[in-house]
């Protein structure tokens, strides 16, 4: 089956620190990947959308200068929290997909913690 | 961006039972739902999807049922275990080829 592999799956960094979250597709191309900002106890809530290639594009109220997508390739794109502060803290969760209507593959999450 | 919600935020059923959890949706230009189970710390898993051409596709003891009318989702487990304990998500493909989530109902088996 298709697999999503999110590096790292926990980090901890200091305030006003940017730290890089990898996505990859390890055995599909994803022209579409997704990214996931999930609180304790809640749903999963879409910050962004990108195509490789291309500029990503945000959903309304999430900081594209504060979180920097980059999908370079079709196996992989990355998240960048840039000066990061505590309210940060958060679980991100990485999706591609082939194409529209078909099933999104989901990582594992990477577990921020600001401090 | 999209609305899907949930009315139940916890189920509890009795192991053997089966379960069903709800789900609506506000975009009814959404073409393709999918169900996601999600268990503590670890990242969304598929369980079965359904296209908005189809009003009802089965799985291993799942089913799920989609009502285009009233934008309604279901998803039914039959004979439910312990090991289906979890937060069920359902995901609605909409716009720009976007998935929405829902806001969650977990479940929960009573051995």
């Known amino acids: 089956g298709a697999v999503v592999s999110q590096h790292p799956s926990r980090v901890i960094c200091k305030s006003g620190t940017s730290v890089k979250i990898e996505c990859r597709s390890l055995?599909?191309?994803?022209?579409?990947m997704f990214w996931y900002r999930q609180f304790p106890k809640k749903s999963l809530m879409l910050m962004a959308t990108?195509?490789?290639?291309?500029?990503?594009?945000?959903e309304q109220g999430v900081e594209k200068d504060k979180f920097l997508i980059n999908h370079a390739s079709l196996t992989l794109s990355t998240l960048t929290v840039t000066s990061a502060h505590p309210e940060d803290s958060s679980f991100y969760i990485c999706?591609?997909?082939?194409?529209?209507?078909?099933?999104?593959?989901f990582g594992q999450g990477t577990r921020l913690t600001v401090v | 961006g999209e609305s899907v919600g949930l009315h139940l935020p916890t189920l509890s059923v009795q192991e053997g039972d089966n379960s069903i959890i709800n789900c609506a949706y506000s975009?009814?230009?959404?073409?393709?739902f999918i169900w996601y189970k999600q268990e503590s710390g670890k990242g969304p898993q598929f369980i079965i999807d359904?296209?908005?051409?189809?009003d009802k596709r089965q799985g291993q003891r799942v089913t799920v049922l989609l009502n285009k009318t009233v934008k309604h989702l279901s998803l039914q487990i039959a004979a439910t275990q312990p090991g289906d304990s979890a937060v069920y998500f359902c995901?609605?493909?909409?716009?720009?080829?976007?998935?929405?989530f829902g806001s969650g109902t977990k479940l929960n088996v009573k051995p």
């Open positions: 999706s591609a997909s082939v194409q529209k209507g078909t099933e999104a593959f």
């Open positions: 055995d599909f191309q994803a022209t579409t």
């Open positions: 990108s195509n490789e290639g291309s500029k990503a594009t945000y």
């Open positions: 975009n009814s230009a959404s073409d393709y």
């Open positions: 359904i296209r908005s051409n189809m």
């Open positions: 995901a609605e493909n909409g716009n720009f080829n976007k998935f929405y």
